[in-house]
Structure formats: C-alpha cells, structure tokens
C-alpha cells in the first residue's frame, strides 16, 4: 500500500499496467512466432529429416501456451515488486532480452528456413534465460521457478535443432 511515507519510486506497478507489460509483449511474441512458424510445418518442416525424439507437431503449441503462460505469470510477479527494488530493472531487461531472442528464433529457423542460424540464436537464448532465471530467483523464487520449464523445454528444443542442422546440413 502506498502511503506518504514511502520514497519515492518504492511503490509497485498498478495492477491492469503491470497486466498489460507482462502480458502483451508475451502475446506479441507468440502470434508472431506462430504466423512465422505454421505455414512453414506442412511444407519446409515436414519435408526436412528429424531425429526420432522429434515430439508430434500438435505438442508444440500445447507446450509453448504453457511456457508462454507461465513467462507472463513469472513477469507479473517481478513487475509487482517496488520499482525501486535493487535488481528489478535488470530482471525486467533480462527477461525482455530473452523474449526476444525466443521470437528471433522462430524467425531464423522457420522464416529464413535456417537449422543453424536458429542453433545460434537458440544457443543465446539458453544463456539469456539463465540470466533470467537468477535475476528473478533473487527478487522472486517462484517467479524464477516458473522459467525453469522454460529452460528445459529450450534446451531440448537446442538438441532438437542442432540434430535437425546435422541431418539436413
């Protein structure tokens, strides 16, 4: 609650801004992501060879609604932290900086049609949700747990596209 006798700068994100912020730029990146990587599925994708631990196609939207549910979730409960909280800013950087590398990804591998440049893109990614994943462990621990199927889904998907860069290189 705020009060005059907090600093200036101590006080949270009111509730439907700190909704928007961690909402729509989540929401921004998977319609993006989705409109980039679904017309590519039934053609360049499905013609391209791929390991046999390739999960079925319908698995994708499935797990990436759910990472991209609790991302959102895990943003929210940074952004309601006081703004003034030492860390917060460069968590809220942190997370942005691996939103996007998760969005440039779909756009290296299924738009440019590219297995390695989506490796390189994806191998940064890994170590920006690492440094997501701390920055919101020490302000938040639940919201640093709730990145943490982020980063196995993401390092399975690292696996997946480096053996479909192997196969196809």
Request: no cysteine; hydrophobic share 55%.
């Given at each position: ?32 992501a989705s ?88 191998a940064a ?32 998907a690292t ?11």
């Amino acid at each position: 609650m705020h009060t005059d006798q907090t600093a200036p700068g101590s006080h949270a994100m009111p509730p439907l801004p700190r909704f928007l912020v961690a909402v729509l730029p989540v929401v921004a990146v998977a319609v993006s992501a989705s409109l980039i990587t679904q017309p590519n599925i039934p053609t360049w994708y499905a013609n391209l060879l791929k390991p046999g631990f390739t999960p079925p196609n319908w698995a994708f939207p499935v797990a990436w609604t759910l990472l991209y549910a609790m991302m959102a979730y895990a943003l929210w409960r940074i952004l309601s932290l006081p703004e003034n909280r030492l860390g917060r800013s460069t968590a809220i950087v942190a997370f942005f900086v691996q939103l996007i590398l998760n969005g440039m990804w779909s756009f290296a591998f299924f738009g440019g049609k590219s297995p390695l440049a989506g490796l390189v893109i994806i191998a940064a990614l890994i170590v920006a949700i690492l440094a997501t994943i701390r920055s919101f462990w020490r302000l938040d621990r639940a919201a640093g747990l709730l990145l943490v199927p982020n980063l196995a889904w993401v390092a399975y998907a690292t696996l997946l596209n480096g053996t479909i860069w192997q196969l196809n290189g």
